[in-house]
């Protein structure tokens, strides 16, 4: 079994940051890219960053020069540093990942998605 927990939402007031976190867990044999996404009320998720098992960011024009996407390997861990926030950056932000996972002599593919960690912020 193989779950992402996300952490770190909350409320801010405009301009302010705020910090995400994704953890893997499980019987985890590799984990290839890692994604965030968010979602508005009344509209559908939309992509805010990817990172590549290297390290290499993708970013929605939303977002660039304001959020920072990041990962631990060692701690099957993703995160996101998300500064000068705006009201429109107001959702429930979800990670997601493409992962490969021990199962018998072998492993097995698998893209969780996390629960989502709301993330408000105040005008």
């Known amino acids: 079994q193989v779950q992402l927990v996300e952490s770190g939402g909350g409320l801010v007031q405009a301009g302010g940051s705020l910090g995400l976190s994704c953890a893997a867990s499980?019987?985890?044999?590799?984990?290839?890219?890692m994604g965030w996404y968010r979602q508005a009320p009344g509209k559908e998720r939309e992509m805010v960053a990817t990172?590549?098992?290297?390290?290499?960011?993708d970013y929605a024009d939303s977002v660039k020069g304001r959020f920072t996407a990041s990962r631990d390997n060692a701690k099957n861990t993703m995160y996101l540093q998300m500064n000068s926030l705006k009201p429109e950056d107001t959702a429930v932000y979800y990670c997601?990942?493409?992962?490969?996972?021990?199962w018998g002599l072998g492993a097995q593919r698998t893209d969780p998605w996390g629960q989502g960690t709301q993330v408000t912020v105040s005008s």
């Open positions: 997601n990942a493409d992962i490969r996972y021990y």
């Open positions: 990172v590549t098992s290297g390290g290499s960011a």
């Open positions: 499980g019987s985890i044999f590799r984990i290839n890219n």
